[in-house]
């Protein structure tokens, strides 16, 4: 099977949102932030009303340290995706993409590269309203728009056969009847 597509800004930018909050959600850990808020900057406002004598000085403190966090990582964040989404850096991502299952492996490839996956490699297929995502490694994934098939069937039959290369789908096609308990 081949399919060929192009990517959109907008493409771009929807698949880095997905992933970004597919990938919160999976491995962040909300716990050290808490212990952080909740625990260590109290105690360091007692600290420095303490220390300076003063209760108002170290409400003004911690203000003053929370503020430069929040200013700081909002126009670095700012920074980074007027960046990343550049024309230059985008320049591989806008040119169309070829993507070919085989036996043994999937090709994504365009003018200036080629991807090959093994399926053996293969972690997950996750499905959005808009893309599929393929999972070759935790953190990564490759996306294919749903706009690049020209039909129902010819989504249904990809969606098929990679579901057939799923490692739990894989593993339950060859167990025996009897193995199962």
Known sequence: ?????????????????EDQSYMLRRFSDPTPARVCWYLLMPASVVAVAVISGSFPIALLAYGLIWGAGAIGNRWHRGRFEKNYYSEENLATS?????????????????????????????????????????????????????????????????????????????????RSPDSVR
Request: glycine letters at 2%; one cysteine or more.
């Open 94 to 174: 806008l040119i169309p993409f070829q993507l070919e299952l085989l036996p043994d492996r999937l090709v994504l490839s365009n003018a200036n590269l080629v991807h090959q996956h093994f399926w053996h490699s293969f972690l997950l297929l996750r499905e959005t309203p808009c893309y599929f995502h393929l999972f070759f490694s935790p953190l990564s994934s490759v996306g294919i728009p749903k706009s690049a098939f020209t039909s129902d069937t010819a989504l249904a039959s990809f969606r098929a056969a990679i579901q057939s290369h799923e490692p739990a789908k894989a593993a339950s096609s060859t």
């Open 1 to 17: 099977m081949r399919i060929e597509f192009q990517l959109s800004i907008d493409d771009v930018r929807q698949l880095n949102r």
